[in-house]
C-alpha cells in the first residue's frame, strides 16, 4: 500500500550537515506517524527520530538531540532529517518508516512501524 523512497545520503566531514529526505505514495499521508532509523555496522537497527501525524509531537534519541531536526510536509507527503554538527559515530544507513493511525507509546521500537524505505547511506569522516 505505502511505498518510500530516500535520497540525500553522501560522504561528509566532521561537524558538516546533511539533510535526508523521504516522500511517500499510496495511501493518506496525514495518517501515517514517520521515523527516522539508523542500522551502523554490526549493530541492531536504532531509532533516531519521530513526529506526529501533524507535526505537533516530535522525540530524538539521546545521542542526536540538538544536533538533528525532524520535520514533515503533508501536501509534499514528505518527511526530512536535518542533521547538523556530524560526527563520525553517525555513520550508517538511514531508513525513513511509516506507522498508520496514531503514535503507540512504543515508538522508538522498529516493530512499531509498518512500512521502510530501502535506506540512504551517510558517512562521516574523521
Known amino acids: 500500500q505505502v511505498q518510500l523512497v530516500e535520497s540525500g545520503g553522501g560522504v561528509v566531514q566532521t561537524g558538516n550537515s546533511l539533510t535526508l529526505s523521504c516522500g511517500a505514495s499510496g495511501g493518506t499521508f496525514s495518517n501515517y506517524v514517520m521515523a527516522w532509523f539508523r542500522r551502523s555496522p554490526g549493530e541492531e537497527r536504532a531509532f533516531v527520530a519521530y513526529?506526529?501525524?501533524?507535526?505537533?509531537?516530535?522525540d530524538y534519541a539521546d545521542s542526536v538531540k540538538g544536533r538533528f531536526t525532524i520535520s514533515r510536509d503533508n501536501a509534499k507527503k514528505s518527511v526530512y532529517l536535518q542533521m547538523n554538527s556530524l560526527k563520525p559515530e553517525d555513520t550508517a544507513v538511514y531508513y525513513c518508516?511509516?506507522?498508520?493511525?496514531?503514535?503507540?507509546?512504543?515508538?522508538?521500537?522498529?516493530?512499531?512501524?509498518?512500512?521502510w524505505g530501502q535506506g540512504t547511506q551517510v558517512i562521516v569522516s574523521s
Open positions: 513526529i506526529s501525524r501533524y507535526g505537533r509531537n516530535t
Open positions: 518508516a511509516v506507522r498508520i493511525g496514531e503514535t503507540t507509546y512504543w515508538y522508538t521500537q522498529s516493530s512499531s512501524y509498518h512500512y
